[in-house]
């Protein structure tokens, strides 16, 4: 007689509650800020003056200026809080000797063939990398937010319109930060690793 064994069934990836809560506030939180950014951007464009590159009402919140800045700050407020509660979570459950990048990762790039060990050493420098870019983001947001009471941010950078521009340019880092970190965790656990972080 003939026996069959069923095939072991793959364990499906889990998340913390924590980083749940974290990835999903954070795509908010982002959204918003994109979005009433951009409705920012169009009452005084960076690029070109007044009369410079005009985002398409689709891709704004808030309908006005001071619309969008209500948001701007609404997104910075929830996005920020996030991210030092995350970074206290990290601390309190250790999980940053496994989310940021370490020695091991970068012999790993120089030495290893596996593909895995590959994907998470890259996604790890990446995740590390991001660090000073959204650091960056926020310091400059509150130079701009207000100049007068600190002016010493606006001086770091020369003038108010280098300070709007860096502002500016951390955005598609910050993007681009999103499709890489996507990209690399399909790679390391397909598509149910990346929906396990949310749900």
């Not at 120089?110 to 650091?135: D, E, F, G």
């Not at 770091?156 to 955005?171: K, T």
Request: aromatic share 14%; charged share 15%.
């Amino acid at each position: 007689m003939d026996s069959t064994v069923p095939p072991k069934s793959r364990k499906l990836p889990t998340q913390a509650i924590g980083a749940k809560i974290f990835h999903s506030c954070n795509i908010i939180s982002l959204f918003i800020m994109l979005t009433s950014g951009l409705q920012i951007y169009n009452a005084n464009p960076v690029f070109g003056g007044r009369a410079g590159l005009h985002i398409p009402p689709l891709f704004t919140l808030g309908g006005w200026l001071a619309g969008g800045r209500h948001w701007h700050f609404a997104g910075m407020w929830l996005f920020s809080l996030n991210l030092l509660w995350y970074g206290i979570y990290v601390l309190i459950t250790r999980r940053w000797r496994h989310r940021f990048v370490n020695i091991n990762d970068i012999k790993a790039l120089q030495k290893t063939q596996n593909s895995k060990r590959l994907s998470y050493a890259w996604h790890r420098i990446v995740y590390t990398a991001i660090i000073p870019i959204l650091l960056l983001a926020l310091f400059t947001g509150i130079g701009m937010y207000k100049p007068a009471q600190f002016s010493w941010i606006v001086d770091m950078f020369g003038s108010w319109e280098a300070l709007r521009i860096v502002h500016f340019s951390s955005v598609p880092s910050v993007i681009l930060f999103v499709l890489i970190h996507w990209q690399l965790g399909r790679k390391a656990g397909g598509e149910e690793l990346t929906e396990s972080m949310f749900w």
